[in-house]
């Protein structure tokens, strides 16, 4: 650490993207947003992230971890159930709990292996208790997100709200108030809307000049949300329709053209 980082006690971005594996980027999106300030700057404006900023950025990366989207972390972290004392008991508590899944897992494996070495019979009872322990610990994969892009983020939202009928969401901004995040609810899980980044590919649908992928989403009155749909004007591909694979279905195009289906299983 150099002598002008210790006389402002803090870390540069860089230093502290390598000390805890997450990318430069993502610490300057959560500055972005207003996850994650860092608290004092160098005379040439590098951002220095002091000790409350390393356990703010903590409770950041676990509350990520049991699986709160950025919007609800920035509310969780003002709760003082969320607070370094408290986070750091609920991480004791997961990794306990995680540990002593293991410890039981392990234990069966143990007594099946001797036993499979001493009988004949296939242990099929008992591999599938082994399977369900697996997939109760198994948390690698915690939670699904889907992440549409557009190019008018704000447009996008408000048709998908007005039209579609989802929600409710929110929408963040950079200090210079550009809109760079989105989110909105679909039923039970969440959809992020992106804005266009060309340097990585990533372009909507009408900058693409052509959907390549389509989002589905379960409702309870397909007819119903159709006509409410057609009312607020949406461009519909087609109308709702019985599919041989067991859905009552239709179709229908978001602001930027991208494909939308709604459907239900039939009875």
């Known amino acids: ?3 002008e980082q210790r006389s402002n006690g803090g870390r540069r971005v860089g230093e502290l993207a390598a000390a805890t594996g997450l990318t430069v980027r993502t610490l300057h999106y959560y500055g972005e947003i207003g996850l994650l300030e860092a608290s004092a700057r160098t005379a040439a404006g590098h951002r220095l992230y002091a000790d409350a900023d390393v356990e703010r950025l903590y409770r950041i990366c676990l509350l990520r971890r049991l699986g709160l989207p950025l919007g609800e972390i920035a509310r969780a972290l003002d709760d003082p159930e969320w607070e370094l004392r408290s986070a750091m008991a609920i991480h004791l508590s997961d990794l306990e709990q995680r540990l002593a899944a293991t410890t039981q897992l392990r234990a069966r494996l143990a007594q099946l ?3 499979i070495q001493t009988s004949d019979r296939f242990p099929t009872d008992d591999l599938l208790e082994v399977l369900e322990e697996m997939t109760m610990l198994d948390s690698t ?13 704000q447009a996008a939202f408000d048709y998908l709200e007005r039209v579609f009928g989802l929600g409710p969401g929110e929408l963040t901004r950079a200090g210079d108030g550009k809109i760079v995040h989105g989110e909105i609810q679909a039923g039970d899980g969440v959809v992020w809307l992106h804005p266009e980044a060309p340097e990585f590919g990533l372009l909507s649908p009408r900058s693409l000049g052509g959907a390549s992928a389509s989002m589905a989403v379960m409702v ?16 519909i591909d087609y109308e709702p329709v019985d599919q041989p694979y067991g859905y009552r279905e239709y ?10 289906s709604f459907m239900k299983p039939l009875d």
Do not use: F, K, N, P
Request: net charge negative.
């Open 113 to 115: 292996v001797g036993a």
């Open 1 to 3: 650490m150099t002598t």
């Open 141 to 153: 994969v915690q939670r699904r997100i889907s992440i549409l892009v557009y190019s008018d983020l």
């Open 251 to 260: 179709s229908a195009r978001d602001s930027e053209g991208g494909l939308w």
């Open 220 to 235: 309870d009155d397909v007819d119903a949300h159709y006509r409410h749909a057609s009312e607020q004007g949406a461009s």
